[in-house]
């Protein structure tokens, strides 16, 4: 019954999603005032909200428009299902100012198979990759996906391995001179973000212990069940499969060595492992199957987000 709700993309499915955010958030909100300014707090609070919903429909085109699911709603729903199990992350903007941009940079390079403007796209996702670095450093690693996608497909023209540095000295230049001109703190805190943190001690309750419990083991299932089954996809999306893969050992890397670590580092996981579910369910017969992961997935999120409030 849950998987005919969202078997297909409708207005409906898509004004249900946005309604969800909305109460994930507002609840979250009411439970953890944040901001003391009133002012301020408004303006965060939209802030926030704008780029949960960009990223939320971004997730949605990327999945869409490169072909890698049917046309469900699947991937949204489990983008939505795992922000909910990490409420840090809705207070949290340079996380998800960082997200948002890495979803800019994997929706050039996943649309790098179709072989137009290859060298447009490796050099737009390099600069989207180092501007999320702007707002959470170790983002910097991601650049190894450029690189991977290039190997994938264009490896043969030397100029498009040299384009992530052009990339690179093109968004230093501009950052120096805008942090000289404004404000030369941006320096320093670009700085400080380098440092490394490999200790996993920073839970406040038992229920944030129980929230990345619960997706760690629902990641491992999914990101194993796709590399064991990924030769089995349509042969011209095999190369973006691997990419999300990739995607998300990366995203587990920038989590784990990530100074000021909370589970908010994970959302660089959240896209790749939501497209992951979706083919999952996507590619099984078995109703029962899907019926009951989502039942676990669905009601495992909600749990874990109210026993957090």
Same mark, same amino acid.
């Given at each position: 019954?849950?998987?005919?709700?969202?078997?297909?993309?409708?207005?409906?499915?898509?004004?249900?999603?946005?309604?969800?955010?909305?109460?994930?958030?507002?609840?979250?909100?009411?439970?953890?005032?944040?901001?003391?300014?009133?002012?301020?707090?408004f303006l965060i609070t939209i802030e926030t909200l704008a780029l949960l919903l960009?990223?939320?429909?971004?997730?949605?085109?990327?999945?869409?428009?490169?072909?890698?699911?049917?046309?469900?709603?699947?991937?949204?729903?489990?983008?939505?299902?795992?922000?909910?199990?990490?409420?840090?992350?809705?207070?949290?903007?340079?996380?998800?100012?960082?997200?948002?941009?890495?979803?800019?940079?994997?929706?050039?390079?996943?649309?790098?198979?179709?072989?137009?403007?290859?060298?447009?796209?490796?050099?737009?996702?390099?600069?989207?990759?180092?501007?999320?670095?702007?707002?959470?450093?170790?983002?910097?690693?991601?650049?190894?996906?450029?690189?991977?996608?290039i190997i994938f497909h264009v490896s043969r023209d030397y100029r498009n391995w040299?384009?992530?540095?052009?990339?690179?000295?093109?968004?230093?230049?501009? &950052?120096?001179?805008?942090?000289?001109?404004?404000?030369?703190?941006?320096?320093?805190?670009?700085?400080?973000?380098?440092?490394?943190?490999?200790?996993?001690?920073?839970?406040?309750?038992?229920?944030?212990?129980?929230?990345?419990?619960?997706?760690?083991?629902?990641?491992?299932?999914?990101?194993?069940?796709?590399?064991?089954?990924?030769?089995?996809?349509?042969?011209?999306?095999?190369?973006?499969?691997?990419?999300?893969?990739?995607?998300?050992?990366?995203?587990?890397?920038? &989590?784990?060595?990530?100074?000021?670590?909370?589970?908010?580092?994970?959302?660089?996981?959240?896209?790749?492992?939501?497209?992951?579910?979706?083919?999952?369910?996507?590619?099984?017969?078995?109703?029962?199957?899907?019926?009951?992961?989502?039942?676990?997935?669905?009601?495992?999120?909600?749990?874990?987000?109210?026993?957090?409030?």
């Open positions: 019954m849950i998987t005919s709700v969202f078997k297909k993309s409708t207005i409906l499915n898509y004004t249900l999603i946005v309604i969800l955010v909305l109460l994930f958030f507002f609840l979250h909100q009411s439970s953890d005032l944040y901001p003391k300014n009133l002012s301020q707090g960009a990223s939320l429909f971004l997730v949605n085109f990327i999945v869409k428009k490169n072909g890698l699911t049917k046309d469900s709603s699947y991937a949204i729903l489990f983008f939505l299902l795992f922000l909910a199990l990490f409420q840090s992350i809705f207070n949290n903007t340079n996380i998800l100012f960082a997200n948002f941009f890495l979803l800019l940079a994997i929706r050039r390079l996943i649309s790098l198979q179709t072989l137009k403007q290859p060298k447009e796209k490796i050099f737009d996702a390099s600069i989207w990759i180092f501007i999320a670095a702007l707002f959470h450093f170790w983002c910097i690693l991601f650049i190894v996906l450029v690189y991977i996608s040299l384009l992530p540095f052009v990339a690179f000295v093109t968004t230093a230049i501009v &950052f120096l001179a805008a942090a000289l001109f404004f404000d030369k703190t941006w320096i320093d805190h670009i700085f400080d973000q380098t440092r490394m943190n490999f200790e996993l001690d920073y839970f406040t309750n038992n229920y944030q212990n129980i929230a990345l419990s619960f997706y760690s083991v629902i990641a491992l299932y999914f990101v194993f069940s796709t590399i064991f089954t990924v030769s089995n996809r349509p042969l011209i999306l095999q190369a973006s499969y691997k990419k999300m893969i990739f995607t998300f050992i990366v995203g587990v890397i920038v &989590f784990l060595i990530s100074p000021d670590k909370n589970n908010s580092m994970l959302i660089f996981t959240l896209m790749p492992l939501s497209l992951m579910c979706t083919n999952n369910i996507e590619f099984s017969q078995n109703n029962m199957y899907k019926e009951i992961v989502l039942l676990i997935l669905i009601s495992g999120s909600f749990f874990i987000f109210f026993a957090q409030l």
